[in-house]
């Protein structure tokens, strides 16, 4: 029977220039596992969020058993049998298990008072009923990531979840743990459980899944039975490399000319472990080189975002710019002498929002106006426009940054980080929100700043860019670095995805 339809799914997300779903389409029968595949950026987890009530689409209908679900709204996705387990664990830590569970409905005794040992003991049926590794009475703050992502699983079929959507399960999770996780799901969908399991690593999806949907730029481009298909099918469908030409915009930026300049590293990592149980990882880029390191969600991309730019200090390893600790070299320093950093969460990490843009623009330039020059302003605002200039930034320099659009917000964290070069630069996702223009207007940056001797490392999800712009290419599967070797042509979308996968050894 089925249970889950979804039909001609649309999503435009206006303020990034997005089309994340256009006219998608799936359906999900009683004890079906189907798995959802795709690059970064091919539509997933906005599909996901949508049938879970959690985005409003544009257009497109979602069915539960034949009705109609109201789009963007949670509450009528729960209660028409829709579980959501993100990828982030949205448990209140100091909470127990048994009480998230219970939390927004709480049994009550005598209809009057919140009863603990009801919630304790519904629980523990749930937790026996499916086998659940837990404890109804551990806090929450004390169980490990698989356990958390047991309590998710197991908080969905509280409120009812006949229909269970994961996005990204085991992006925490060791290789135990996921197939731990695995034997946990084989036993929902033996009871008749539906399960959309979002996720890129191939190597897991024909372990558990039925059926795979392949989705690309927000499209569904093929549905196969797991049975079969194989890794490096499944790797092919999902390159977008696979059946057009990279156009990547930094592609444009080659022309620039690539090579690293002689001498010793200006950026150099070591011994650095990105996760669990993972083997350290070791890079370098010299000055006047484009290292690009690329990865999907959940393997490390972010965690080494963290450490490479200074926000946080690795317990194991070590991170040098020019030879001496990251540590060691004061904030102020760092960032205003040595390196440019724009962060992938640019509204939390990049950007002062409530600030005007002359004020963004400026910010690690502060020592270079006088004291008068902060009275009028019309220096700085001289200052603010210069900067802006090479990336288009259509906004005055006193307007406030909250009011511009995403696209806008990303030319204002380059046109700060690009305007001047620097020992080393960061850049993670860089290209995110912008027009094709506007991209070969930052591609051409970049380029110039690493041929006057910047040492870049570029962290992307996306492919295209990765081998559209870098001398070098790395990338992590788990935390590990799964290939690594020049951009020479060696290294194809496809084969580049089958390491990002777990698809090679």
Not at 11 to 29: E, P, W
Not at 101 to 122: D, I, M, N, Q, T
Not at 209 to 238: F, H, K, N, Q, Y
Not at 461 to 486: H, K, N
Request: proline share 4%; aromatic share 2%; with cysteine.
């Amino acid at each position: 029977m089925e249970l889950l339809s979804a039909s001609g799914i649309r999503k435009y997300y206006r303020d990034t220039l997005t089309l994340a779903n256009d006219g998608v389409f799936l359906s999900l029968i009683e004890g079906e596992t189907r798995a959802v595949v795709g690059e970064n950026g091919a539509g997933k987890s906005t599909l996901a969020r949508v049938l879970a009530g959690l985005v409003h689409q544009d257009s497109g209908e979602v069915r539960v058993r034949g009705r109609r679900v109201r789009p963007g709204s949670v509450r009528e996705a729960e209660a028409a049998g829709i579980g959501f387990v993100p990828q982030s664990s949205l448990l209140a830590e100091g909470l127990t298990v048994a009480e998230n569970l219970a939390l927004g409905r709480e049994p009550r005794s005598l209809g009057l008072f919140v009863s603990r040992r009801k919630a304790y003991v519904e629980t523990a049926m749930l937790v026996e009923r499916f086998g659940f590794r837990l404890d109804p009475d551990s806090l929450v703050s004390s169980l490990t990531a698989a356990e958390r992502r047991h309590a998710e699983i197991a908080r969905a079929l509280a409120r009812g979840g006949e229909i269970l959507i994961l996005d990204e399960p085991t992006s925490i999770l060791s290789e135990s743990e996921s197939a731990k996780l695995f034997e946990l799901l084989s036993r929902l969908s033996s009871a008749g459980k539906a399960i959309l399991l979002i996720t890129h690593r191939l190597s897991e999806v024909l372990k558990i899944a039925d059926s795979v949907t392949v989705l690309r730029d927000g499209r569904v481009i093929a549905e196969v039975p797991a049975d079969g298909a194989d890794e490096a099918e499944l790797s092919s469908l999902m390159a977008r490399g696979a059946t057009r030409p990279r156009t990547s915009a930094l592609s444009l930026a080659a022309a620039a000319g690539m090579g690293a300049c002689a001498g010793p590293p200006a950026l150099e990592i070591r011994g650095l472990r990105l996760a669990a149980g993972a083997r350290p990882i070791n890079l370098s880029v010299s000055p006047g080189e484009v290292l690009a390191v690329t990865a999907l969600a959940g393997n490390g991309l972010g965690r080494l975002e963290d450490f490479a730019s200074g926000l946080r200090t690795p317990d194991e390893g070590e991170v040098l710019v020019g030879g001496a600790s990251l540590s060691s070299i004061p904030r102020d320093r760092l960032r205003s002498e040595l390196m440019g950093y724009a962060p992938a969460d640019r509204e939390r990490r990049g950007l002062c929002l409530p600030a005007t843009a002359r004020d963004n623009l400026l910010a690690l330039r502060r020592r270079e106006f006088r004291a008068r020059d902060w009275i009028g302003g019309r220096r700085r605002d001289e200052a603010a426009r210069e900067a802006a200039a090479p990336l288009s930034l259509e906004a005055k320099p006193r307007q406030v940054a909250a009011s511009l659009s995403g696209g806008n917000r990303q030319r204002l964290l380059l046109a700060r980080e690009l305007d001047r070069p620097r020992a080393v630069l960061v850049l993670a996702e860089p290209l995110q929100g912008l027009d094709l223009a506007t991209q070969a207007e930052a591609a051409l940056l970049i380029r110039e700043l690493a041929a006057k001797g910047s040492a870049v490392l570029l962290l992307v999800s996306s492919i295209e860019e990765a081998l559209g712009s870098a001398d070098r290419v790395m990338a992590l599967y788990r935390g590990e670095t799964a290939f690594e070797g020049a951009n020479e042509g060696s290294p194809t979308a496809a084969s580049l995805l089958a390491a990002m996968t777990g698809a090679v050894a």
